[in-house]
């Protein structure tokens, strides 16, 4: 499971219990900024050996065993920032982190605040920098080799409070082997 903006500084035991449903779970907290940009990231222990995470602005990497098919894996938890630079600072980092550990089954998932084409926000005038930032995630992906898991639903995750502008910035990108586990 992974959650964005927690707004949460400290997570105890007893919360992610509560959360899970029961004490057969692990977790990593990041802290944020100032309340800002917290991350948990948590799994069922009979289901995932912890092995190690890193983490850093925008994201929790968590890295160990599925214990089913005996297969590594990482799944990353990601809340990118809003400015260009900074979303392109953390998809640099994303794929260095997997480029070092290319035996791992890859999962990516949350709120990479970009969209991947026009057609994922509406209400939104287009500016330059947002096509360059749409040309930068698509190359993130494409570079990391990830697909991208369809949502059923709705076409957006993200709302203005009035309404009048929406885009798909919440995804799940996968390895094709994490397809196989």
């Given at each position: 499971?992974?959650?964005q903006?927690?707004?949460t ?10 959360i ?8 990593v ?5 100032n ?19 890193t ?26 920032a809003?400015?260009r ?8 980092e ?5 480029t ?25 005038r ?6 360059r ?49």
């Amino acid at each position: 499971m992974c959650l964005q903006e927690t707004k949460t500084n400290q997570v105890s035991a007893a919360r992610c219990y509560a959360i899970w449903g029961d004490n057969k779970v692990g977790w990593v907290h990041f802290e944020g900024e100032n309340g800002g940009g917290c991350l948990l990231s948590m799994w069922h222990t009979d289901a995932f050996i912890y092995g190690s995470h890193t983490m850093g602005k925008g994201y929790i990497a968590v890295f160990g065993q599925n214990v089913k098919t005996n297969r590594l894996c990482a799944v990353v938890n990601v809340y990118a920032a809003c400015s260009r630079r900074e979303k392109k600072a953390l998809w640099g980092e994303l794929t260095h982190i997997k480029t070092v550990s290319q035996t791992l089954v890859w999962c990516c998932c949350g709120d990479f605040n970009a969209v991947r084409s026009q057609s994922e926000r509406k209400g939104v005038r287009e500016r330059d920098n947002r096509s360059r930032e749409t040309v930068d995630f698509n190359r993130f992906i494409d570079a990391n080799l990830l697909i991208e898991l369809p949502f059923v639903g709705k076409s957006f995750t993200w709302f203005n409070s009035n309404g009048s502008a929406k885009s798909r910035l919440d995804r799940v990108l996968v390895s094709e082997e994490w397809l196989q586990i």
